[in-house]
């Protein structure tokens, strides 16, 4: 099957886009879940004096620590313009958004 933007695809192609497509979904759907639950533990733990300011200091340091391998890490691999990348993507902001 030629198509214009990629060029020519075969059935082995399709069916690794859906995979990954699928399995994007099924991982942003968890994702999901898993932030939700995060968050009210995060609530229940201000709520009870558990998390103070300082502990919230102490974790935006060590996000600060980790940006630049984050950074590093979207510039290795996203400029990547593999279909099945792609296809992952949008499976996961689909799993994030309606999982």
Known sequence: ?????????GLNTIILLGLS????????SQIRSGL???????????????LTPENL???VSLY???QPILSD????F?????PALASFSVGLVAGLWKG
């Open 57 to 59: 200091k102490s974790l």
């Open 21 to 28: 497509g699928v399995c994007g979904y099924v991982l942003g």
């Open 36 to 50: 939700k639950i995060i968050l009210i533990l995060f609530i229940g733990a201000f709520a009870f004096g558990l």
């Open 73 to 76: 890490f979207t510039q290795k």
């Open 78 to 82: 996203g400029s990547s313009t593999e």
């Open 1 to 9: 099957m030629q198509i214009p933007i990629i060029g020519e695809i």
């Open 64 to 66: 600060t620590t980790l």
